[in-house]
Protein backbone atom coordinates (compact mmCIF):
# COMPACT_ATOMS: atom_id res chain seq x y z
CA UNK A 1 0.00 0.00 0.00
CA UNK A 2 1.16 3.63 -0.67
CA UNK A 3 1.45 6.04 2.21
CA UNK A 4 1.74 9.66 1.55
CA UNK A 5 5.46 10.73 1.75
CA UNK A 6 6.54 11.83 5.54
CA UNK A 7 7.15 15.73 4.19
CA UNK A 8 9.62 18.07 6.60
CA UNK A 9 11.42 14.99 7.87
CA UNK A 10 14.19 16.92 9.31
CA UNK A 11 11.70 18.52 12.15
CA UNK A 12 11.12 15.47 13.74
CA UNK A 13 13.48 15.38 16.92
CA UNK A 14 14.47 11.55 16.71
CA UNK A 15 16.13 9.71 19.48
CA UNK A 16 19.39 9.38 20.54
CA UNK A 17 19.77 5.60 20.49
CA UNK A 18 17.26 3.05 18.68
CA UNK A 19 18.86 0.83 21.07
CA UNK A 20 16.14 1.98 23.88
CA UNK A 21 13.35 2.33 21.55
CA UNK A 22 10.91 -1.14 21.58
CA UNK A 23 7.96 -1.62 19.76
CA UNK A 24 4.89 -3.58 20.43
CA UNK A 25 2.38 -4.92 18.74
CA UNK A 26 -0.90 -4.73 21.00
CA UNK A 27 -3.62 -7.13 19.96
CA UNK A 28 -7.09 -7.19 21.65
CA UNK A 29 -9.61 -9.65 20.82
CA UNK A 30 -13.32 -9.52 20.11
CA UNK A 31 -16.04 -8.12 22.13
CA UNK A 32 -19.78 -8.47 22.80
CA UNK A 33 -20.64 -4.82 20.75
CA UNK A 34 -21.23 -4.71 17.37
CA UNK A 35 -18.37 -2.47 16.79
CA UNK A 36 -15.57 -4.61 18.40
CA UNK A 37 -16.39 -7.95 16.82
CA UNK A 38 -13.38 -7.66 14.93
CA UNK A 39 -10.92 -7.35 17.32
CA UNK A 40 -8.49 -4.28 17.91
CA UNK A 41 -5.28 -3.30 17.33
CA UNK A 42 -2.32 -0.95 18.30
CA UNK A 43 1.38 -0.09 18.66
CA UNK A 44 3.03 0.60 21.97
CA UNK A 45 6.49 2.74 21.81
CA UNK A 46 8.72 2.53 24.88
CA UNK A 47 11.50 4.75 24.35
CA UNK A 48 13.81 4.88 27.30
CA UNK A 49 15.50 7.92 26.26
CA UNK A 50 13.06 10.38 26.97
CA UNK A 51 11.04 7.53 29.54
CA UNK A 52 7.77 7.70 27.35
CA UNK A 53 5.87 4.84 27.26
CA UNK A 54 2.60 5.67 24.91
CA UNK A 55 0.10 3.45 22.95
CA UNK A 56 -1.17 4.50 19.65
CA UNK A 57 -4.65 3.78 19.09
CA UNK A 58 -6.05 4.58 15.33
CA UNK A 59 -9.64 3.37 16.96
CA UNK A 60 -10.78 6.56 18.02
CA UNK A 61 -13.95 8.49 16.62
CA UNK A 62 -15.25 11.71 17.56
CA UNK A 63 -19.14 11.79 18.95
CA UNK A 64 -19.56 15.41 20.12
CA UNK A 65 -21.42 15.86 16.99
CA UNK A 66 -24.15 13.80 18.98
CA UNK A 67 -24.63 10.26 18.22
CA UNK A 68 -27.68 10.51 16.21
CA UNK A 69 -25.67 12.60 13.83
CA UNK A 70 -22.76 10.40 14.18
CA UNK A 71 -24.97 7.37 13.28
CA UNK A 72 -26.59 9.51 10.26
CA UNK A 73 -22.90 9.82 8.95
CA UNK A 74 -21.37 6.65 9.34
CA UNK A 75 -24.78 5.02 7.19
CA UNK A 76 -23.92 7.70 5.01
CA UNK A 77 -20.19 6.54 4.66
CA UNK A 78 -18.72 9.74 6.27
CA UNK A 79 -16.33 7.57 8.64
CA UNK A 80 -13.60 9.87 10.12
CA UNK A 81 -11.40 8.03 12.78
CA UNK A 82 -8.32 9.44 14.49
CA UNK A 83 -5.44 8.21 16.15
CA UNK A 84 -4.75 9.14 19.60
CA UNK A 85 -1.94 8.29 22.19
CA UNK A 86 -2.21 7.53 25.61
CA UNK A 87 -0.60 5.00 28.64
CA UNK A 88 -1.11 1.44 28.60
CA UNK A 89 -2.58 1.31 32.16
CA UNK A 90 -5.69 3.47 30.59
CA UNK A 91 -5.82 1.27 27.24
CA UNK A 92 -5.77 -1.39 29.40
CA UNK A 93 -7.92 -0.61 31.93
CA UNK A 94 -11.14 0.16 28.85
CA UNK A 95 -9.81 -3.46 27.78
CA UNK A 96 -10.46 -5.19 31.17
CA UNK A 97 -13.76 -3.53 31.30
CA UNK A 98 -14.74 -4.53 28.09
CA UNK A 99 -14.06 -8.34 29.56
CA UNK A 100 -11.38 -8.42 26.57
CA UNK A 101 -7.75 -10.52 26.55
CA UNK A 102 -5.27 -8.80 25.18
CA UNK A 103 -1.84 -9.75 23.98
CA UNK A 104 1.28 -7.91 23.64
CA UNK A 105 4.15 -9.11 21.16
CA UNK A 106 7.72 -7.37 20.57
CA UNK A 107 8.34 -6.39 17.00
CA UNK A 108 11.67 -7.20 15.74
CA UNK A 109 13.16 -4.33 13.95
CA UNK A 110 16.13 -3.11 13.11
CA UNK A 111 17.41 0.64 14.42
CA UNK A 112 16.87 1.88 10.94
CA UNK A 113 13.87 0.21 10.85
CA UNK A 114 12.69 1.29 13.96
CA UNK A 115 13.41 4.92 12.64
CA UNK A 116 11.07 4.89 9.96
CA UNK A 117 8.63 3.77 11.53
CA UNK A 118 9.17 6.24 14.43
CA UNK A 119 9.08 9.38 11.73
CA UNK A 120 6.05 7.79 10.34
CA UNK A 121 4.50 8.14 13.94
CA UNK A 122 5.51 11.50 14.33
CA UNK A 123 4.03 12.39 11.15
CA UNK A 124 1.09 10.25 12.11
CA UNK A 125 0.04 12.85 15.42
CA UNK A 126 0.87 16.10 13.23
CA UNK A 127 -2.87 17.51 13.79
CA UNK A 128 -3.31 17.55 9.96
CA UNK A 129 -2.80 13.72 9.61
CA UNK A 130 -4.69 12.22 12.60
CA UNK A 131 -8.18 12.08 11.33
CA UNK A 132 -8.38 9.56 8.47
CA UNK A 133 -11.53 8.44 6.26
CA UNK A 134 -12.32 4.81 8.20
CA UNK A 135 -13.09 1.27 5.79
CA UNK A 136 -13.51 -1.97 7.73
CA UNK A 137 -11.66 -4.01 5.63
CA UNK A 138 -9.34 -1.95 3.63
CA UNK A 139 -7.75 1.05 6.44
CA UNK A 140 -8.71 0.57 9.97
CA UNK A 141 -6.55 0.04 12.92
CA UNK A 142 -5.11 -2.77 12.32
CA UNK A 143 -4.44 -1.99 8.10
CA UNK A 144 -3.00 0.99 9.59
CA UNK A 145 -0.31 -0.96 11.74
CA UNK A 146 0.23 -3.14 9.12
CA UNK A 147 0.87 -0.47 6.38
CA UNK A 148 2.95 1.54 8.59
CA UNK A 149 5.40 -1.88 9.80
CA UNK A 150 5.13 -2.64 5.74
CA UNK A 151 6.87 0.70 4.90
CA UNK A 152 9.63 0.26 8.11
CA UNK A 153 10.51 -3.19 6.30
CA UNK A 154 10.68 -2.27 2.69
CA UNK A 155 7.79 -3.39 1.57
CA UNK A 156 8.79 -6.83 2.27
CA UNK A 157 5.65 -7.80 4.51
CA UNK A 158 3.58 -7.15 1.57
CA UNK A 159 5.99 -8.99 -0.56
CA UNK A 160 5.54 -12.13 1.69
CA UNK A 161 1.87 -11.93 2.01
CA UNK A 162 0.17 -12.40 -1.41
CA UNK A 163 -1.19 -15.66 -0.96
CA UNK A 164 -4.54 -16.08 -2.15
CA UNK A 165 -6.89 -17.87 0.30
CA UNK A 166 -10.30 -19.86 -0.02
CA UNK A 167 -11.78 -17.04 3.22
CA UNK A 168 -14.19 -14.43 1.25
CA UNK A 169 -14.60 -11.23 3.12
CA UNK A 170 -18.39 -12.38 3.94
CA UNK A 171 -16.80 -15.49 5.41
CA UNK A 172 -14.89 -13.49 7.97
CA UNK A 173 -18.11 -11.32 8.35
CA UNK A 174 -20.34 -14.24 9.07
CA UNK A 175 -17.81 -16.06 11.63
CA UNK A 176 -16.66 -12.83 13.84
CA UNK A 177 -20.26 -11.92 14.03
CA UNK A 178 -21.77 -15.59 14.98
CA UNK A 179 -21.98 -14.31 18.90
CA UNK A 180 -24.58 -12.01 17.28
CA UNK A 181 -26.64 -13.54 15.47
CA UNK A 182 -29.36 -11.23 14.08
CA UNK A 183 -26.23 -8.72 13.45
CA UNK A 184 -24.44 -11.47 11.19
CA UNK A 185 -27.76 -12.13 9.08
CA UNK A 186 -28.70 -8.41 8.65
CA UNK A 187 -24.91 -7.67 7.05
CA UNK A 188 -25.50 -11.01 4.87
CA UNK A 189 -28.62 -9.92 3.78
CA UNK A 190 -27.44 -6.20 3.64
CA UNK A 191 -23.62 -6.55 1.21
CA UNK A 192 -23.45 -7.39 -2.13
CA UNK A 193 -21.36 -8.87 -4.35
CA UNK A 194 -17.91 -7.08 -3.19
CA UNK A 195 -17.30 -9.27 -0.39
CA UNK A 196 -17.48 -12.35 -2.35
CA UNK A 197 -14.33 -12.25 -3.43
CA UNK A 198 -11.20 -14.47 -1.90
CA UNK A 199 -8.81 -12.81 0.23
CA UNK A 200 -5.09 -12.71 0.21
CA UNK A 201 -3.19 -12.89 2.89
CA UNK A 202 -2.51 -9.06 3.11
CA UNK A 203 -5.61 -8.45 2.98
CA UNK A 204 -6.75 -10.72 5.37
CA UNK A 205 -4.32 -8.48 8.36
CA UNK A 206 -7.64 -6.10 7.95
CA UNK A 207 -8.38 -8.67 11.28
CA UNK A 208 -6.19 -8.14 14.19
CA UNK A 209 -5.51 -12.04 15.07
CA UNK A 210 -4.60 -12.41 11.48
CA UNK A 211 -2.29 -9.56 11.46
CA UNK A 212 -0.58 -10.90 14.72
CA UNK A 213 -0.61 -14.69 13.19
CA UNK A 214 1.26 -13.48 9.91
CA UNK A 215 4.11 -11.54 11.65
CA UNK A 216 4.39 -14.20 14.06
CA UNK A 217 4.83 -16.52 11.07
CA UNK A 218 7.18 -14.49 9.73
CA UNK A 219 9.29 -14.39 12.22
CA UNK A 220 8.83 -10.69 13.14
CA UNK A 221 7.36 -11.17 16.45
CA UNK A 222 8.82 -12.35 19.94
CA UNK A 223 8.42 -11.86 24.00
CA UNK A 224 4.72 -12.67 23.79
CA UNK A 225 2.41 -11.61 26.62
CA UNK A 226 -1.10 -12.95 27.61
CA UNK A 227 -1.50 -9.26 29.43
CA UNK A 228 -5.41 -9.96 30.17
CA UNK A 229 -7.12 -13.12 29.64
CA UNK A 230 -10.89 -13.63 29.13
CA UNK A 231 -13.24 -16.27 28.06
CA UNK A 232 -14.18 -14.73 24.82
CA UNK A 233 -17.78 -14.29 23.86
CA UNK A 234 -19.67 -17.75 22.99
CA UNK A 235 -21.01 -18.61 19.24
CA UNK A 236 -24.58 -18.82 19.27
CA UNK A 237 -26.82 -20.33 16.68
CA UNK A 238 -27.44 -19.09 13.61
CA UNK A 239 -30.53 -16.13 12.90
CA UNK A 240 -31.12 -18.33 10.07
CA UNK A 241 -32.53 -21.57 12.23
CA UNK A 242 -35.02 -19.54 12.76
CA UNK A 243 -36.26 -18.17 9.61
CA UNK A 244 -36.50 -21.84 8.65
CA UNK A 245 -38.34 -22.54 11.55
CA UNK A 246 -41.18 -20.67 10.17
CA UNK A 247 -41.92 -23.46 7.53
CA UNK A 248 -43.48 -25.88 10.34
CA UNK A 249 -46.40 -23.23 11.02
CA UNK A 250 -46.24 -22.31 7.74
CA UNK A 251 -46.47 -26.12 6.52
CA UNK A 252 -49.74 -26.84 8.91
CA UNK A 253 -51.36 -23.83 7.51
CA UNK A 254 -51.00 -25.44 4.31
CA UNK A 255 -52.36 -28.64 5.46
CA UNK A 256 -55.71 -26.69 7.19
CA UNK A 257 -56.04 -25.14 3.83
CA UNK A 258 -60.29 -26.42 3.18
CA UNK A 259 -62.96 -25.16 0.31
CA UNK A 260 -64.39 -22.09 1.67
CA UNK A 261 -68.91 -22.06 1.98
CA UNK A 262 -70.34 -19.32 0.23
CA UNK A 263 -71.48 -17.14 3.40
CA UNK A 264 -73.41 -14.70 1.41
CA UNK A 265 -74.39 -14.15 -2.55
CA UNK A 266 -71.78 -11.19 -2.54
CA UNK A 267 -68.98 -13.74 -1.80
CA UNK A 268 -66.64 -15.19 -4.07
CA UNK A 269 -66.07 -18.91 -3.78
CA UNK A 270 -62.31 -19.46 -2.21
CA UNK A 271 -60.55 -21.26 0.43
CA UNK A 272 -60.12 -20.37 4.17
CA UNK A 273 -58.61 -22.31 6.99
CA UNK A 274 -59.22 -24.29 9.42
CA UNK A 275 -59.54 -23.68 13.01
CA UNK A 276 -59.58 -19.68 11.82
CA UNK A 277 -59.33 -18.14 15.01
CA UNK A 278 -55.92 -19.45 15.29
CA UNK A 279 -55.00 -20.41 12.27
CA UNK A 280 -55.06 -16.84 11.18
CA UNK A 281 -54.09 -15.30 13.98
CA UNK A 282 -50.33 -17.83 13.49
CA UNK A 283 -50.66 -16.46 10.06
CA UNK A 284 -50.96 -13.08 11.53
CA UNK A 285 -47.64 -13.36 13.43
CA UNK A 286 -45.37 -15.25 10.69
CA UNK A 287 -46.66 -12.38 8.53
CA UNK A 288 -45.62 -9.60 10.87
CA UNK A 289 -42.16 -10.93 11.05
CA UNK A 290 -41.76 -11.28 7.41
CA UNK A 291 -43.10 -8.35 6.16
CA UNK A 292 -41.22 -6.12 9.02
CA UNK A 293 -37.69 -7.92 8.06
CA UNK A 294 -38.40 -8.14 4.23
CA UNK A 295 -39.38 -4.28 4.53
CA UNK A 296 -36.84 -2.99 6.90
CA UNK A 297 -34.19 -4.64 4.68
CA UNK A 298 -35.64 -3.66 1.12
CA UNK A 299 -35.78 -0.61 2.72
CA UNK A 300 -32.34 0.04 3.83
CA UNK A 301 -30.49 -1.38 0.77
CA UNK A 302 -32.75 0.91 -1.56
CA UNK A 303 -31.91 3.81 0.72
CA UNK A 304 -28.26 2.83 1.23
CA UNK A 305 -27.90 2.36 -2.49
CA UNK A 306 -29.23 5.91 -3.38
CA UNK A 307 -27.02 7.94 -0.30
CA UNK A 308 -24.76 5.88 1.22
CA UNK A 309 -21.10 5.98 0.20
CA UNK A 310 -20.77 2.02 1.46
CA UNK A 311 -20.63 0.62 -1.77
CA UNK A 312 -20.58 -2.95 -0.02
CA UNK A 313 -24.64 -2.08 -0.45
CA UNK A 314 -25.06 -1.32 -3.53
CA UNK A 315 -26.77 -2.98 -6.18
CA UNK A 316 -27.56 -5.58 -4.05
CA UNK A 317 -29.50 -8.50 -5.74
CA UNK A 318 -31.38 -9.51 -2.58
CA UNK A 319 -33.56 -6.89 -3.19
CA UNK A 320 -35.14 -9.50 -5.55
CA UNK A 321 -36.50 -11.03 -2.00
CA UNK A 322 -36.80 -7.95 0.33
CA UNK A 323 -39.28 -5.10 -1.14
CA UNK A 324 -39.56 -2.01 0.86
CA UNK A 325 -43.30 -2.07 -0.43
CA UNK A 326 -43.31 -5.39 1.99
CA UNK A 327 -43.92 -2.88 4.72
CA UNK A 328 -47.18 -2.31 3.87
CA UNK A 329 -48.34 -5.70 4.69
CA UNK A 330 -48.51 -4.61 8.00
CA UNK A 331 -51.86 -3.30 7.83
CA UNK A 332 -52.88 -6.94 6.67
CA UNK A 333 -50.67 -8.66 9.42
CA UNK A 334 -52.76 -7.10 12.08
CA UNK A 335 -56.69 -7.86 10.20
CA UNK A 336 -55.51 -11.58 10.63
CA UNK A 337 -54.14 -10.96 14.60
CA UNK A 338 -57.13 -8.81 15.50
CA UNK A 339 -60.04 -10.87 13.26
CA UNK A 340 -58.91 -14.17 13.70
CA UNK A 341 -60.36 -14.93 9.70
CA UNK A 342 -59.48 -13.92 6.44
CA UNK A 343 -60.37 -10.26 6.09
CA UNK A 344 -63.20 -9.47 2.97
CA UNK A 345 -61.53 -7.56 -0.08
CA UNK A 346 -62.94 -5.93 -3.35
CA UNK A 347 -62.91 -7.93 -6.35
CA UNK A 348 -59.66 -5.09 -7.07
CA UNK A 349 -57.69 -5.55 -4.00
CA UNK A 350 -57.66 -9.30 -4.46
CA UNK A 351 -56.26 -9.09 -8.10
CA UNK A 352 -53.96 -6.71 -6.49
CA UNK A 353 -52.74 -8.88 -3.88
CA UNK A 354 -52.76 -11.91 -6.21
CA UNK A 355 -50.58 -10.53 -8.44
CA UNK A 356 -47.97 -8.72 -5.67
CA UNK A 357 -47.76 -12.32 -4.29
CA UNK A 358 -47.53 -13.77 -7.74
CA UNK A 359 -44.27 -10.95 -8.76
CA UNK A 360 -43.00 -12.08 -5.13
CA UNK A 361 -42.60 -15.59 -6.38
CA UNK A 362 -41.32 -15.05 -10.09
CA UNK A 363 -38.20 -13.01 -8.52
CA UNK A 364 -37.71 -15.39 -5.94
CA UNK A 365 -37.20 -18.01 -8.61
CA UNK A 366 -35.19 -15.77 -10.22
CA UNK A 367 -32.63 -14.91 -7.48
CA UNK A 368 -32.51 -18.50 -7.24
CA UNK A 369 -31.56 -19.22 -10.67
CA UNK A 370 -29.13 -16.50 -10.95
CA UNK A 371 -27.92 -17.71 -7.60
CA UNK A 372 -27.17 -21.67 -8.75
CA UNK A 373 -26.19 -20.67 -12.78
CA UNK A 374 -23.60 -17.69 -11.46
CA UNK A 375 -25.29 -15.41 -13.40
CA UNK A 376 -24.22 -13.20 -9.62
CA UNK A 377 -21.39 -13.05 -8.07
CA UNK A 378 -22.89 -12.62 -5.05
CA UNK A 379 -23.10 -15.45 -2.56
CA UNK A 380 -26.79 -16.44 -1.81
CA UNK A 381 -26.39 -19.72 -0.07
CA UNK A 382 -27.82 -19.03 2.91
CA UNK A 383 -30.72 -16.98 1.67
CA UNK A 384 -31.78 -20.43 -1.28
CA UNK A 385 -31.50 -22.58 1.53
CA UNK A 386 -33.50 -20.98 4.46
CA UNK A 387 -35.64 -17.60 3.46
CA UNK A 388 -36.68 -18.69 -0.17
CA UNK A 389 -38.74 -21.49 0.89
CA UNK A 390 -40.57 -19.63 3.45
CA UNK A 391 -40.96 -16.65 1.37
CA UNK A 392 -42.60 -18.66 -1.72
CA UNK A 393 -44.85 -20.57 0.83
CA UNK A 394 -46.47 -17.69 2.87
CA UNK A 395 -47.29 -16.21 -0.59
CA UNK A 396 -48.80 -19.61 -1.61
CA UNK A 397 -51.10 -19.51 1.76
CA UNK A 398 -51.41 -15.72 1.18
CA UNK A 399 -52.57 -15.99 -2.54
CA UNK A 400 -55.26 -19.04 -1.85
CA UNK A 401 -56.69 -18.46 2.08
CA UNK A 402 -55.29 -15.29 2.93
CA UNK A 403 -58.73 -13.02 1.94
CA UNK A 404 -62.17 -13.75 0.66
CA UNK A 405 -62.76 -11.92 -2.06
CA UNK A 406 -66.51 -10.00 -2.47
CA UNK A 407 -68.44 -8.62 -5.18
CA UNK A 408 -69.68 -5.33 -5.46
CA UNK A 409 -73.02 -4.84 -5.95
CA UNK A 410 -75.02 -2.62 -8.02
CA UNK A 411 -78.06 -1.13 -7.97
CA UNK A 412 -79.90 0.73 -11.23
Request: charged share 15%.
Amino acid sequence: ASLSAIDNAADIRMPADFNRVEFYLITVDTGNHVWDNFGHTALRMVDENAGTDIVFNWGLFDTSVGLMRFGANFARGVMEYQLGVSPPHWELSRYQGEARTVWQDRLVLTNTQKRQLYQRLSWNLRPENIVYDYDYFFDNCTTRVRDYLNEALGGSLAERSQMQLQNTFRDEVTSHYANLPLIALSLDVLMNSRIDRQMSQWEQMFLPASLRQHLNRLGLLADGELLVEFTPPAEKPSAYLAVIALLIPLMLLVISVRKASIASFTSQPGFTLRAPGLSYRVLGLIALAICLFSGIYGSLMVLGWMFSAHLDIHANINLLLFWPTDLLGLVMSARWLLMGKAPAVSRGRSQFIVLYMALHVIAAVVFVLMGLTGLSAQNTTSLIVFVVPVLILFALIVTVAGFRSVRSLRFT
